[in-house]
């Protein structure tokens, strides 16, 4: 089993990156590829809400040719994605958010008949970390997601809250051992 994380987070040695270390490691303890990709040396332009994409249902139809393509077919190749991001403003980064948005190109008929995805069955996850430790501190990311799965036609099989989070030498005790849960129910 083949798993894509993305890290959503400027900080390549950051809270969300060394949680999400420890999920890739589990996975790869258990037989599985993992491999990352960092969002923030990528070049992902925002949505144009043009929706050319819709007129091909069967690739990822962008009029954008830059690298939320390629991220895009990986995701699409992998049979897992991990979606790994800080909370910023109770909401995804902006590194996370533009690439969510460009996923747009990823579906068709959304809401109608012959509503298709690229993305469809696939199994996904989001890792949230946040400095403030109230439990529901990211229900609203936590929401969006479960709309963007079904947008998708995606399997969510897994997510995770790390609130408390002030420096990675830091992080909330329990935090390591929800991390590998996370990896577990991943890959099913
Ligand atoms: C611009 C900005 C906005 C933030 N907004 C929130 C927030 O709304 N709620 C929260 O709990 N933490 C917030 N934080 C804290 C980060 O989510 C937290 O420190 C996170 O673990 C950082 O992850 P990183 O080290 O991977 O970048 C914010 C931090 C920044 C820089």
Redesign the pocket.
């Known amino acids: 089993m083949q798993v894509i994380t993305l890290l959503g987070?400027?900080?390549k040695k950051?809270?969300?990156?060394t949680v999400l270390g420890w999920i890739e490691e589990e996975l790869k303890t258990m037989g599985y590829t993992a491999e990352r990709i960092y969002l923030n040396n990528k070049s992902i332009g925002s949505c144009l809400g043009c929706a050319k994409c819709r007129d091909n249902p069967d690739e990822i139809a962008c009029v954008q040719k830059d690298d939320a393509i390629d991220i895009m077919e990986q995701m699409i190749s992998a049979d897992a994605v991990l979606f790994a991001s800080?909370?910023?403003?109770?909401s995804f980064s902006a590194q996370m958010k533009a690439l969510i948005d460009r996923g747009y190109a990823l579906v068709t008929n959304y809401h109608k008949p012959g509503h298709t995805s690229l993305m469809r069955g696939k199994r996904v996850g989001l890792l949230v970390?946040?400095?403030?430790a109230f439990e529901d501190?990211a229900e609203g990311m936590f929401t969006a997601f479960d709309r963007i799965v079904d947008f998708l036609l995606a399997r969510k099989s897994g997510e995770l809250y790390v609130?408390g989070?002030t420096t990675?030498d830091r992080l909330p005790e329990e935090s390591r051992n929800q991390a590998l849960e996370l990896a577990r129910s991943l890959a099913g």
């Open positions: 987070s400027a900080k950051g809270n969300t990156a800080p909370i910023y403003f109770w970390t946040g400095a403030d501190n609130g989070c990675p």
